[in-house]
């Protein structure tokens, strides 16, 4: 395993907590449909990429499968995502190398309270994937992928583990248009740890994960999946961020949307 250090993950944990990112009762059951809170506008971003992928790859999904759909929910921490898939009557694992209980693996088990293994946790890396060849029908990054350190064999394990004609998604991950934009932000974010992070920021920039995502990174990291983006209406507020940065001469923006691959 490609481990983060302990050290990291505590930091994370503690930054997080500090930021107010975790829930429990019934704001933890209400997400991704989150309506109060500091953070609600980015849950509001969140719930519209959410119900994009269940319109598009869920629901098509069950309609032609026998039984509830296995999903592999990468970067799961709290399990909200798995939560409202057991709702669905689909059956999910929530994995993730955090498991804290601010919005890691720990703080899950509130889900399970009066319905025992709603769905199952599994803290493992997104590089070493714990799961036989052809387990899933989906495998969906969660707000995780550029966290990845080595996006070709973060890709080539998630296909591993999904079955001939199942669906590798990408959700709430930033997207650019090249390399520069991409180059931009974490430029802007290194300049600004110190004031964001506080005494934590050389421990949460150490790890040298890959920061955001374009079409030609993921086709260079995985040349056998034909990826294709869905574009997803989000609130006002969002999609007018690329014209609000251009009048006060800011970087471009990055956007989410929904991000697909069938696995041959």
Not at 29 to 48: D, I, N, S
Not at 136 to 147: P, W
Not at 213 to 239: C, F, G, I, M, Q
């Amino acid at each position: 395993m490609n481990a983060l250090s302990a050290q990291f993950l505590s930091d994370y944990a503690a930054h997080r907590a500090a930021e107010g990112r975790g829930y429990s009762g019934a704001a933890l059951r209400a997400l991704p449909y989150l309506k109060t809170g500091p953070f609600a506008e980015q849950w509001a971003v969140r719930a519209k990429s959410f119900d994009a992928f269940v319109q598009h790859v869920v629901r098509p999904m069950a309609r032609i499968h026998v039984g509830p759909l296995k999903v592999l929910d990468l970067g799961a921490g709290n399990g909200w995502l798995c939560h409202r898939l057991a709702q669905l009557g689909h059956k999910a694992i929530a994995l993730d190398i955090r498991d804290d209980d601010v919005d890691g693996l720990a703080a899950a088990s509130e889900f399970s309270k009066g319905i025992p293994n709603l769905f199952e946790c599994v803290r493992a890396s997104f590089d070493d994937l714990p799961f036989e060849i052809a387990r899933f029908d989906i495998a969906v990054f969660n707000a995780s992928l550029h966290y990845a350190r080595d996006l070709h064999l973060v890709l080539q394990e998630a296909a591993r583990v999904i079955r001939r004609g199942g669906l590798l998604v990408i959700l709430d991950s930033p997207f650019y248009d090249n390399e520069a934009g991409g180059a931009a932000m974490v430029t802007e974010k290194q300049a600004q740890s110190a004031a964001y992070f506080g005494m934590r920021a050389n421990t949460l920039l150490a790890p040298n994960f890959i920061e955001f995502l374009t079409r030609d990174r993921l086709a260079a990291a995985a040349p056998n999946l034909a990826w294709s983006r869905k574009r997803v209406l989000y609130p006002l507020w969002y999609e007018l961020r690329p014209l609000m940065a251009r009048l006060r001469g800011k970087r471009a923006p990055s956007r989410f949307d929904l991000w697909m691959a069938r696995v041959p």
